[in-house]
Nanobody, 125 residues
Framework: VQLVESGGGLVQAGGSLRLSCAAS????????MGWFRQAPGKEREFVAA????????SYADSVKGRFTLSRDNAKNTVYLQMNSLKSEDTAVYYC???????????????????WGQGTQVTVSS
């Protein structure tokens, strides 16, 4: 199983980025997908998640109204559209897949089975 994140980079505060996570080696439509992030010196935290069908999503309070998660099961890809970026959004962003909790948009790290390597997002103020 591989989860490959892309789309990270350097952006000014107030700008936008779209992260992608391409999955292979699994039946993508059987998995819930989530995004987590880890800032320097901090623990990894939940950002957003979507269930297998896309009918359920959940977001961390800190990103609600600014980030939008979507998935394209035909392309085995999940996207995180990030708008109105703030300096506190700077982190490494990780994609994760959950088979056991596929019907849920779970925010719990230990409910995910596979993880990507991460992509760096840096927001300059």
């Amino acid at each position: 199983v591989q989860l490959v994140e892309s789309g990270g980079g350097l952006v000014q505060a107030g700008g936008s980025l779209r992260l992608s996570c391409a999955a292979s080696g699994l039946t993508f439509g059987d998995y819930a997908m989530g995004w987590f992030r880890q800032a320097p010196g901090k623990e990894r935290e939940f950002v957003a998640a979507v269930n297998w069908s896309g009918s359920r999503t959940s977001y961390a309070d800190s990103v609600k109204g600014r980030f939008t998660l979507s998935r394209d099961n035909a392309k085995n890809t999940v996207y995180l559209q990030m708008n109105s970026l703030k300096s506190e959004d700077t982190a490494v962003y990780y994609c994760a897949a959950s088979y056991r909790y596929s019907s849920y948009a779970t925010a719990k790290e230990n409910e995910y089975d596979y993880w990507g390597q991460g992509t760096q997002v840096t927001v300059s103020s």
